[in-house]
């Protein structure tokens, strides 16, 4: 926990606004209230800029979620962070738990997110979602979801598998995971409708379906970057090409090598990037791309502009757009 506490003391973050913590699964680290507990020190001093912590977890551990989660909230509301709760779903019942190979696994998903709203109630700075990852099995699925989040004021980030020799090691299931041009269909159906209020992200998904070729802005290596829990520094998660271990080399070395900065010059021209289907890339992008940004404003007008700014949390970033 110190490395990552060390990480976050750089100077280098000065004007960092989220920090996403993934995995794996976050929550088997017992020790991860401590994680929380250093980040709102730092937040007087290191992190001043900082809007919100975001996790993703499966929901099977629901004790240890809710317990933390109700812990951590007040520490939390306290420095005026957000706390986002992004929960794994792919699907409404038993046909989630065949996709995770796990028993009982949509009980436990549905009784976290309950106990989660019961925690939101209490504190106003705790939002929920969910993320759903389709696949062959749950292309019919995406209404459902879609359905269950409405009832219960959740947000949704839905999108197709991502096969990467990166951070998914899944290079292997490609023929496995081939989508048919039925379940095309749906897709480019369900995703033309104005309730998902992912709107580029539909658009931009919509011409991937029909292209096979994904075009969006990305920063990937500007204003974003991962590092695995082994202390692996990646521009991009998808693309597995490491600059080397934060444990070893100062994060400031690392971040501004000559290996970065050509690694940066290629952003969009990787064969990853070209079917990078992944969401959350395109919200941290998108406050630095102008004129992409004030397109949408132009082409979307402003209630639809309001609702996707809002939707996807870019608030973070433009704290006097109204």
């Not at 951590?72 to 929960?87: G, T």
């Not at 794994?88 to 046909?95: C, V």
């Not at 931009?204 to 969006?216: D, E, N, Q, S, V």
Request: glycine share 6%; net charge positive.
């Amino acid at each position: 926990m110190d490395d990552w506490i060390t990480l976050l003391s750089s100077d280098l973050f000065s004007d960092l606004r989220e920090i996403d913590i993934t995995g794996g699964e976050p929550f088997l680290r017992k020790d991860l209230p401590d994680l929380f507990s250093g980040i709102c020190e730092l937040k007087q001093k290191n992190l001043k800029a900082l809007r919100s912590i975001i996790i993703t977890t499966n929901g099977f551990l629901t004790d240890r979620v809710l317990a933390d989660t109700e812990k951590v909230a007040p520490w939390l509301k306290n420095e005026n962070l957000e706390l986002v709760l992004v929960c794994g779903m792919d699907a409404i019942g038993d046909l989630h738990a065949k996709i995770r190979r796990f028993k009982n696994a949509w009980a436990k998903v549905n009784q976290t997110v309950e106990g989660l709203i019961t925690i939101r109630g209490k504190f106003s700075n705790l939002i929920i979602g969910l993320k759903t990852t389709i696949v062959p099995m749950n292309v019919g699925e995406m209404e459902g979801i879609a359905e269950y989040a409405d009832a219960k004021n959740l947000f949704t980030i839905i999108s197709p598998f991502i096969i990467t020799e990166g951070r998914y090691l899944n290079y292997d299931l490609m023929s496995d995971l081939a989508f048919s041009q039925e379940d095309i269909e749906k897709m480019i159906s369900f995703f033309k409708k104005e309730h998902y209020m992912w709107s580029f992200h539909n658009d931009r998904l919509i011409h991937y379906f029909k292209t096979g070729i994904m075009k969006k802005p990305c920063s990937c290596g500007f204003n974003y970057f991962f590092v695995r829990s082994t202390g692996e520094l990646f521009l991009c998660p998808l693309i597995n090409r490491s600059l080397g271990n934060i444990k070893m080399t100062n994060i400031e070395a690392l971040f501004f090598s000559k290996e970065a900065s050509k690694m940066r010059r290629k952003i969009g021209r990787y064969v990853e990037c070209q079917r990078c289907t992944e969401p959350g890339i395109e919200r941290y992008s998108l406050p630095y791309e102008g004129f992409t940004y004030l397109s949408l404003l132009l082409s979307k007008g402003r209630r639809r502009f309001f609702q996707l700014h809002q939707h996807i949390g870019l608030e973070k970033y433009f704290t006097n757009l109204v």
